[in-house]
């Protein structure tokens, strides 16, 4: 991608990419700017490899996810509705 | 309520225990109830995340008060490995890309895997992340930034890298 088609179309640089590389990832990136992002992913081989590393970190520290017990799940949802039906409990006080 | 899976996956992460995440959930829950009048109705989440973190300084410090110095321990005791401990399973196991992404990410500091796990992990945003860290949302950021690049750096130098990624 060169430095003219860069200025005349306003294409994103690898620089200005890999500045916001992260918060495209993260879902976290200002609308407008994720077109151009995209684009760049798809016409750059280095920036949409680096990309792609990213996108299997950040999938593979999701599966780092536990999930908290059927149990604690129950004893937290009774509190939260003890809570919004008779306000805190004696015990809490 | 649907903010309690965040909360008791937020406790979860910041305790370090099943059964501290649940008394931390339940007083998070409890001082909500108590302070529902000073809430303005908008983030509920970044409010309740922002009581739970304010929930945990004061259980800490009660607890251990050596740790307030250190906010980051925290979380450093939630993702050490044990990786001495290698079976001929876990050696099989170990060559997975999930494996050795767990390695790096035990490996880096402290304070940028704890950005990453609430944000990869637990799932919240960077505004999120930072009302639990009480740190701005650039600096929220720039740990995520430098903590992946590490991750990423690490797993290119991982002998085992091609294996587990092919």
Known sequence: MNFLSRFFKRDMSCHQVAAVMQQYLDAELEPSQVPKVLKHLEACKDCGLEATMYTRIKDSLQNHQESPTEDSIARIRNLAEELAANGIPEAAE | MPELDVLMRVARSI????????????????????????????????????????????????????????PDTTLAVVAN????????????????????????????????????HLVDIDGLSYNEAAAVLDIPVGTVMSRLHRGRKLIRNDLTMDPDFERASS
Do not use: H
Not at chain 2, 23 to 38: F, S
């Open chain 2, 81 to 116: 490995t044990d990786s001495d401990a290698k079976t001929p399973e876990s050696v099989v196991l170990d060559r997975t890309f999930d494996a050795a992404v767990e390695r790096s990410l035990a490996a880096i500091p402290a304070q940028f895997r704890e950005a990453i």
């Open chain 2, 15 to 70: 305790t370090g225990n099943p059964t501290d995440a649940d008394d931390l959930v339940q007083d998070t829950l409890l001082r909500a109830y108590r302070a529902i009048d000073k809430f303005d109705g908008r983030y509920p989440r970044a409010w309740l995340l922002t009581i739970m973190r304010n929930a945990q300084i004061n259980r800490v410090r009660r607890k251990r008060p050596e740790l307030m110095r250190d």
